[in-house]
Structures are given as structure tokens and as C-alpha cells.
């Protein structure tokens, strides 16, 4: 293991490998340059050369991000044996602790300020998520749909059939809402603008990617960054929260308020906001992973998944109601 990351640093990037050990996320190398973290990218490189980008743009920010190295051959990557490993400095920091509600009240404005900072960003790897929501979105409920009928011609009702059978009608009428809702506001022209402004989203903004230490609130998670709809990102934080937490109507107002306090939301922004938040997507997202996998049991997790699922339903209709006096 070792000589493959003696191999790596020194023909990749000219460095000394003088010993090192495994991480959770990679293999933390000692070198001439101090400790860095060899990590094998399961990214393209083309999402690595994005992710590059993104990073040199927001250190000019002011914002605390781990760059990469750039190898021999001007690459934020090195290419060896078919795989691509990435170089960077490493962190010691602590991820954000989310059991705290100031913690979520900070993320957002940390979040808004990321999406200020990157808003315009151009980047030729960069690629753009938003254009077929509204497709998938149709096709999960026209699959919703079929599997309503597979149950119902079934001699016997699994548990996880049985509920999906009596949360048909609940789920439907959000699909239908959430629907309402994109038309009203355009979807298309609003994806179209977000395209043109090229806005973007983290993709998997959270405590764990949001980490901290003495020089400050470091981001990390920069890999799945895309093109998309701010507000993507912004629905998924508060999802997070009311996984977290209590739907504590307070807090997430504060929430709101501090990531306006950087990035104001247009109605059409709220809207879109609203909209994201009421489609079923989870719901929709499991029935899929286990109904269009032909799985033969329903395994314990996968119920308990489903359960959870439906057991936030109460939470959400709180914040959705919230969300509706915007």
C-alpha cells in the first residue's frame, strides 16, 4: 500500500513519500511539503476539474477551502494505473455539531454566502442538474401510479406494501400541489435564468461537510457541486434540519432570516423554495429503490427507512404551512 503512494506523489507530483496511514477519507501522507491527504477520486475528471475551479474561485473569496495540488502535468489529478487521485493539504477540524439549532442558523448563512460567492462562476467542466426535474419527476409518478396497481393485484400485502398502499392518496395530492405550483411559477424559464446566471448548489450542504477549527468554518463535500436552482440547496438544508430537529417553526425561521440577511429571495425564489419542498421526494426515491428492483423481501432497513419516511410527515406539514405565509 504504501510504495503505490510513494509511486503517486513522487511521479505525479515530484514529492518525497516519508510514510503515512490510512483515513476515513483517504491516506495521509508525510512529505518535504508537510502532511497532505492522497485521496482515488470515484469522480470523472471533468467533475474534478470543476470541483478545482470552484475551490481557486472561493479562496479568492475569503472562504476556507482545501485546494488541490496540481501534478506534474498542471492537473488538479493524477492519473495512475486507470485511477485518478486527487492531493491536497490536510485539515484537522471538526464537523458542525447538527444535535445544536445554532448550528443550522449558521449553515444557512454560511450557505448563502457560498451561493453569493460562486453565483456567475464560469467553468467549462461544469455541468448543469435542473434541466429534466420536471421529467423525473413526472416519471416517479406515473411509477407511483403502477406500483399503486401491482399491490393491489397481489394476493397478500407485504408491510412496506401496505404502507405504500395507505399513503397513496396523501403523496398523490403533493405530487399534484408541488405541480401546481412549478407551472405557476414557470419551471422551465426559472431553470433557464438559473442556467443563464450559473447559479450553483452544493448538492449535499451538511454538518459533515460544513467542519470548523481555529482558522475558521471550513467547506467541505465540493465534489457533487453542479449548475442548478439555488434553492435546490436550500430545501435540503431544511430537510436536514427537520431530520435533526424538531420542526421548530422558530428556529427555522431564524434559518431563513440569516440566509437572507446575504442572499435575498425573490418571490419566484420563494415559490420555487416551497414547491421543492412539498414534492415527495423521498417517498418516491425509496418506492423506486425497492418496487422497480423487483427485490424479493423487504429487508428490516428498508421498512424502517419507509417508516421514518412516513413518520415526518407531521414535521413537514408544520414547516410547509410555514413556508406558505412566506
Known amino acids: 500500500m504504501d510504495d503505490n503512494y510513494e509511486k503517486i506523489l513522487w511521479e505525479g507530483y515530484g514529492l518525497h513519500f516519508l510514510g503515512g496511514n490510512r483515513v476515513r477519507t483517504g491516506y495521509l501522507c508525510k512529505t518535504e511539503k508537510g502532511i497532505l491527504e492522497v485521496r482515488k ?48 493539504n490536510a485539515v484537522e477540524s471538526e464537523a458542525f455539531n447538527e444535535e445544536e439549532t445554532q448550528t443550522f442558523i449558521i449553515g444557512a448563512k454560511l450557505l448563502a454566502k457560498l451561493h453569493k460567492a460562486l453565483n456567475g462562476l464560469y467553468s467549462p ?17 406515473i ?72 482558522n475558521g468554518i471550513w467547506i467541505t463535500g ?3 457541486c453542479t449548475y442548478d436552482h439555488n434553492m435546490v440547496d ?21 434559518m431563513l432570516s440569516a440566509y437572507e440577511s446575504e442572499n435575498t429571495l425573490s418571490v419566484s425564489y420563494q415559490k420555487m423554495l416551497l414547491a421543492l419542498f412539498i414534492y415527495p421526494e423521498k417517498f418516491l426515491s425509496l418506492c423506486n429503490e425497492y418496487y422497480n428492483k423487483r427485490r424479493v423481501c423487504v429487508s428490516p432497513a428498508m ?15 408544520k414547516m410547509e404551512q410555514w413556508l406558505k405565509t412566506l
Request: charged residues 30%; glycine residues 4%.
Open 303 to 317: 421498512l424502517e427507512r419507509m417508516e421514518r419516511c412516513i413518520a415526518s410527515i407531521e414535521k413537514n406539514e
Open 125 to 141: 467542466s461544469g455541468y448543469f442538474s435542473g434541466k429534466n426535474r420536471l421529467e423525473i419527476y413526472e416519471k416517479r409518478r
Open 41 to 88: 477520486s470515484i469522480t470523472p475528471p471533468k467533475q474534478i476539474l470543476f470541483e478545482h475551479d470552484i475551490k481557486e474561485h472561493l479562496l479568492k473569496q475569503g472562504f476556507c477551502v482545501s485546494k488541490f495540488l496540481c501534478s506534474q502535468q498542471g492537473l488538479p489529478y493524477y492519473t495512475w494505473e486507470g485511477n485518478h487521485y486527487t492531493v491536497e
Open 143 to 214: 411509477e407511483l401510479l403502477k406500483i399503486k396497481k401491482r399491490i393491489e393485484k397481489q394476493s397478500s400485502y407485504t408491510p412496506l406494501d401496505l404502507l405504500v398502499k395507505q399513503q397513496f392518496p396523501y403523496y398523490m395530492e403533493k405530487i399534484e400541489e408541488a405541480k401546481q405550483l412549478f407551472l405557476e411559477i414557470n419551471y422551465s424559464e426559472a431553470i433557464h435564468t438559473a442556467e443563464k446566471q450559473k447559479t450553483i448548489c452544493h448538492n449535499i450542504f451538511k454538518g459533515e461537510n460544513i467542519r470548523q477549527n481555529k
Open 234 to 254: 436550500l430545501v435540503m438544508y431544511f430537510r436536514r434540519f427537520l431530520k435533526k430537529q424538531d420542526c421548530d417553526i422558530a428556529t427555522a425561521e431564524k
Open 222 to 224: 465540493l465534489s457533487k
